[in-house]
Nanobody, 115 residues
């Protein structure tokens, strides 16, 4: 079982940066694969970036070169550094963790990018 809590969302102007954090309460954090998803109003939830327990990363094409996902196993945290934000990045961002057949979601944090 894992509980995820996101933070770091907010309002930013286009071209600005934000860093999202997600803290996971579980003793098996290093074994988790972790990801950031986002859901814009009226749209489905899609993966933005993921980092496996091996450290391998994956990015959606729309954020490559602008976003960076990282993890700190000692602090039980996963981060999403978002640079050069654009209005189309506006969404609720969710942290997801998975291991085996189990998956866990945070409550989401809203990111709004103004033009």
């Amino acid at each position: 079982q894992a509980q995820l809590v996101e933070s770091g969302g907010g309002l930013v102007q286009a071209g600005g940066s934000l860093r999202l954090s997600c803290t996971a309460s579980t003793v098996r954090f290093s074994g988790l694969s972790l990801g950031w998803y986002r859901q814009a109003s009226g749209n489905e939830r899609n993966v933005v970036a993921a980092i496996l327990n091996s450290g391998r990363t994956h990015y959606a094409d729309s954020v490559k070169g602008r976003f960076n996902i990282s993890r700190d196993n000692a602090k039980h945290k996963v981060y999403l550094q978002m640079n050069n934000l654009q209005p189309e990045d506006t969404a609720v961002y969710y942290c997801k963790a998975w291991i085996g057949t189990g998956e866990y979601w945070g409550q989401g944090t809203r990111v709004t990018v103004s033009s």
